[in-house]
């Protein structure tokens, strides 16, 4: 079983020149943190011995940049081979390697393009380099072996740094280990030898779960880092995911298995029907009717009935497939906005990256979690011209794209069955109807709920029959939920996770769906609530004067977290940017490292007993200021509310 080491070592950067070392500082400050994350614990681990690595990184989080990059932050001197299995992968890795490293070579090794053998950087087709060449085994009559082709052999392996390996979880094909055996990291039986040759073996995917039971620890020997989609959101690098259930009365029962997914004949006989197809266009006309679409199919056929069905009802709608004649044309037409549903089938699940998508509709049943993710990850990409959502947010900025709509089509069968749904893909409950909520809000829902159940037993498992939709998730938290507000930990200052997914102030948690804003230098305070009606509201006690503000938003009805953008704006508009930064959770002005003052400590001290804890002579005034502000955060739950006329800023 392949696992994460969490043991971090110090970074081997220390031995290199000036020179290469000015050339590492500016690209780690051009790649993503969890991006130089991945790269550093990949050089540090190859370092330490282990040579054939694994990085999971989930769809739309720049998986190619990593590789890309890795010629500058590994140091390498030798060749690098990059395996791709698809044409637009090979295009894309090359584009990529050619951006981030553009004084080095980059040739390609697929069909009619030949190497010349002296690029730095070779991509390289799987099916070019990995078809076998079957020969009689000696001594075996009767028997064949498979060995590598002239184009494989002419790449000599001690001439290769590294080997990469894009979609990894595809390795365990026989294609793939036929190159791997001819590069050293398996022997003439497939099996893996020992110790790994000096060189690297690194595999990238966002999805290593593969349900043909094939392990990847046949190939690899550690999952070296893993970066979830859920932190992915909660910091801004994907959009955050809505889901819609949409059920059909069409039943996959008699459907079979074949291999690791159902059988497509059967599953097209199924699902391809009038009624169904009606049913999809209609909810999403419904739900989605603005957005730009993806729709996944099960085959030919059920592509074109259902691009035909959207055209019907006046959407301009186009399908695509594999041998399509008109495929560069409909994807050029989708991309420039003249198509604004694209449905496709085994096409489209990996290596498309149009950002425009911000809804997907997922009409093709299938029992395997890798496709069902790589699915809904083509609409999870920001919009062009955004790098960071919670920067562009903080900032004001227009977005065309704040989340992505997933339409999970559900059809008359057992939701206990084999089939994957939304819920049974990111580790929620199967039965939860999400209602268009979204996967970060659900998720910590979920999580805050086991890890409540499992303090009270440790074997504890959430229950099924009271996790229906979000509404009843937050029901079933206010039953288990001991107090609305945890005691101050002393030790350290935790923010909730819709804080901290949504906002860069120091919002402090009361109640469910009520937070405080403490102000600095004892001017007052700022609630955020929802009223009655749906509306975020936002409140204010401001001293001195004491004077009063209220504020009712426009934002009706969604998830909580989403109103601290327009809590953060208004607040801003009234006290200044000079006030909210001295709010903001990142604030480092110098004095924060100071030792704390008197006065802190002595504000501190009786909260320190009555928890049986002594002050640290190391507290620094950012730290005390931080604990004295969730001090306050406790008096003012028992605080009233203000009441004053509707805020004018």
Known sequence: MLAVNPVTRHSPFGDIDPATGQILAELIAKLRPYQNTGLRISKEFFAAGVHRQLLVNPTGTGKTVVFATLPIFHQLNKRILVLVHRDTLAKQAKK?????????????????????????????????????????????????????????????????????????????????????????????????????????????TATPKRRDGKRLDQIFDKKIYEYFIDEAIREGWLVNVRCWRVKTDSTLDGVRTLGDDLQRDELAKAVNNPARNRRIVVEWLRLAGDRPTIVFAVDVAHTQALAEEFCRHGIKAGGIWGGDPNLDTTLKSFADGDLQVLVNCELLTEGFDESRVSCVVLARPTESESLFKQMVGRGTRLEKGIDNLLEALAQGRTLTKPDCLVLDVVDATSELNSIVNFGGAYGLPKTLNMCGEGLLQTHDAVTQIVRQLKTVDPKAEIDPARCANLGALQEYMRDLLPAPIEEVDLLQVRFDDAVMSNSQLQWHRLDFEQYVLMLPRHAGACFLTRNKDGFHVLEGNLEPPLTSFKDVGTIHNRPFGEGFAYADRAVHARLGAATVALCDRRCTDGWRAHPATDPQRRALAPSFRAQGKELSASLTKGEANLLITLLQVKKAHARPRPTAMPMTA
């Open 96 to 204: 990529a390697i050619n951006f981030w490293n553009p004084d080095i070579t980059v040739g390609v090794e697929q069909g009619t393009q030949r190497s010349n053998g002296t690029e730095r950087v070779v991509v390289g087709s799987v099916q070019t380099l990995g078809r076998p060449v079957k020969l009689p085994k000696y001594g075996r009559p009767g028997k064949i072996v498979k060995v590598a082709n002239s184009r494989l052999t002419s790449l000599n392996p001690d001439d290769f740094d590294a080997v990469i390996v894009d979609e990894a979880h595809h390795s365990v094909a026989s294609g793939y280990m036929i190159i791997f055996r001819h590069f050293g990291f398996l022997d003439e039986n497939f099996k893996k030898t020992q110790p790994a040759p000096n060189r690297l073996l690194l595999g990238v």
